[in-house]
């Protein structure tokens, strides 16, 4: 019996069954889509500011944000701030959320579509506000992770509960650098990593530090960020500022690690974390503009065969101990990073899309 030509390799049979599966796949997930009811999202702005103004005529936007894919549809708020979307199929590759602009200040939720239309939505919007005097700091946390001897240099971590008591939805900016949610730095500092969950807060560089450019609606919020900074000698002196104050805050590192003194806020008292001994100094009621210093002693220094190492291998040497930052976290100041990057992703658009330039 003569074989077709064409079927003589197997491989080429296995492509073709694969394209065929890949296609029936394809064409199944979007007969689904289509065969599923529309699903609707309705819901309604609130302010919360005393004396509020109208929440009429609004842009409201629905983000649709998958993958490698972003899609919105806009609707206008009517003379009760109440908004809805018709005709939404729901793809369960989507994340979907909302979100509006209101004096300057972006304001969103996720909306969950995966048991059908949602219950109503309420977002709360408040009116702006341009002045620092609605912000302090409640409390703020630093930990000496490491310090390494091949780059001397020491991992640190800050986490600072920034809070804003009043009405008013604090927006930076307006009145230059000096009005910006700011955060200082030794001097040196490198590989800053911050995490937030204010939406849509971007990070820029500013003297002696970092700047959070995001508004802050009123309610608690939680900024941590991770750096490096180096010394030269066994002892180096660690200078920290607090544009803001702090009502309550708190030095630690791990006994191994270095030592901790500090003329300014006191002695470091012994703490046990996870069966590990460490250090803690704390203290209450710092002010506004405050700069302290803190001596750390005991630093690991290089030795002649580090060097040779270093030299023949050009090997970079530098972390952040990811166990004592989840021994921190944890046992300390219970903090959780929920963050989903593609609802802050979406949400980050808003500015671009709804700018009115």
Known sequence: ?????????????????????????????????????????????????????????????????????????????????????????????????????????????????????????????????????????????????????????????????????????????????????????PPGAEGLQVDTRLLGADIVQVDRGFAVIGSVPPGEHDIMFTYTFPYDGVETTFEKSFPFGADSLRLLSPNEVLSLASEDIGTPEPVTIGERPYQLIETSNVERGRRINVRLSGLPQTTLADRVQGAVTGARYEYIAPALLAVFLTALIPFAIIRHRTRRTAYSEVDERTDPE
Do not use: W
């Not at 064409?27 to 005393?50: D, E, K, Y």
């Open 1 to 185: 019996m003569r074989t077709h030509p064409r079927l003589r390799n197997p491989s080429s049979i296995l492509l073709i069954l694969f394209a065929t599966a890949c296609s029936l796949v394809a064409a199944s997930h979007a007969t689904a889509l289509a065969q599923q009811s529309p699903l609707s999202i309705s819901g309604r702005l609130v302010n919360g500011s005393p004396q509020p103004d109208s929440l009429f005529g609004l842009p409201v936007i629905l983000h649709m944000q998958g993958e490698a894919t972003y899609d919105n549809k806009t609707t206008i708020t009517d003379n009760d701030g109440g908004f809805t979307f018709d005709g939404i199929v729901y793809d369960p590759t989507l994340v979907y959320g909302v979100s509006v602009r209101y004096q300057d200040a972006i304001y969103g939720t996720e909306v969950n579509l995966a048991d059908g239309t949602p219950p109503p939505v309420t977002i709360e919007v408040y009116d702006a506000v341009y002045e620092q005097d609605v912000i302090r700091i409640g409390s703020a946390s630093l930990l000496f992770a490491d310090a390494d001897r091949m780059t001397q240099s020491v991992s640190a971590l800050e986490i600072v509960k920034v809070i804003n008591d009043s009405d008013f939805t604090f927006v930076p900016g307006s009145g230059g650098p000096m009005s910006l949610l700011r955060f200082g730095l």
